[in-house]
């Protein structure tokens, strides 16, 4: 395993429609991040799961925002309805669960899905 | 809460000397760490140095490390003699212990000049 994988790297949608993006993690990292970079600024938390379970969402997360992780394995993030302001850097991170103490070495991120909404 | 402020929205250095990105946080959290990234044009967020609060000394790795002053709140990330390929955005972020979301700040664009 070479590290946390995205999928799409670039995606160009209409406004008003939805997309779906995937995140494989490092295949031993139970935790998955999900993170929104927008021009300009640095990452912003979107939600993270540890296994299957969904533990933290952020207020970014609106109702058309939503992440899954069946099974524990890959998950998808998927905004519904899409606006221009949605237009961004979605970025995945994995870690493992190390216990007490900032996930320091084991954070890893993916190369993130660009999206342009027009 | 917890905020990162990066001042330096650019900056220009000749290759082979050495660079500060400056880094301030505010946080009530009495543990937490404090981390920097490098963010390349192809987009992902590459690992360079952690600090922990209550870590004595500073941090290093190779040619990085982390001038950390607990008082002030300043973590600066020294690069010692700049190569070309140090050209990216530079990020400081933190996260408190036993919450492992991230808090990044606006990053500062390094440009290593031949």
């Known amino acids: 395993d070479t590290g946390v994988s995205q999928d799409p790297r670039h995606k160009i949608t209409k406004r008003g429609q939805n997309v779906t993006f995937r995140c494989d993690p490092i295949?031993?990292?139970?935790?998955l991040y999900w993170y929104r970079q927008t021009l300009g600024q640095g990452p912003e938390f979107l939600t993270y799961?540890?296994?299957?379970?969904?533990?933290?969402k952020s207020r970014l997360l609106s109702d058309r925002f939503s992440a899954e992780r069946p099974k524990g394995s890959f998950s998808t993030l998927e905004i519904q309805r899409t606006e221009q302001g949605d237009s961004a850097m979605y970025l995945c991170?994995?870690?493992?669960?190390?216990?007490?103490?900032?996930?320091?070495?084991?954070?890893?991120f993916g190369s993130g899905t660009r999206l342009t909404v027009v | 809460a917890q905020k990162i402020t990066q001042t330096q929205p650019g900056m220009f250095v000749q290759e082979k000397e050495a660079v500060t990105l400056d880094c301030t946080y505010d946080?009530?959290?009495?543990?937490?760490?404090l981390f920097w990234y490098k963010q390349p044009s192809s987009g992902e967020m590459i690992f360079l140095i952690y600090?922990?609060?209550?870590?004595?000394q500073n941090a290093t790795e190779g040619r990085y490390s982390l001038n950390f002053q607990k008082a002030r709140k300043s973590a600066n990330l020294v690069i010692s003699a700049s190569q070309l390929g140090d050209s990216a955005m530079y990020f400081c972020?933190?996260?408190?212990?036993?919450?492992?979301?991230?808090?990044f700040g606006t990053g500062t664009r390094l440009t290593i000049i031949p």
């Open positions: 991170a994995s870690s493992p669960s190390l216990g007490g103490g900032p996930a320091n070495y084991g954070y890893t």
């Open positions: 972020a933190m996260s408190s212990f036993g919450n492992e979301k991230l808090t």
């Open positions: 799961f540890q296994n299957e379970a969904q533990l933290e």
């Open positions: 600090q922990g609060s209550y870590d004595q």
């Open positions: 295949s031993e990292h139970n935790r």
């Open positions: 946080t009530s959290d009495p543990s937490y760490g």
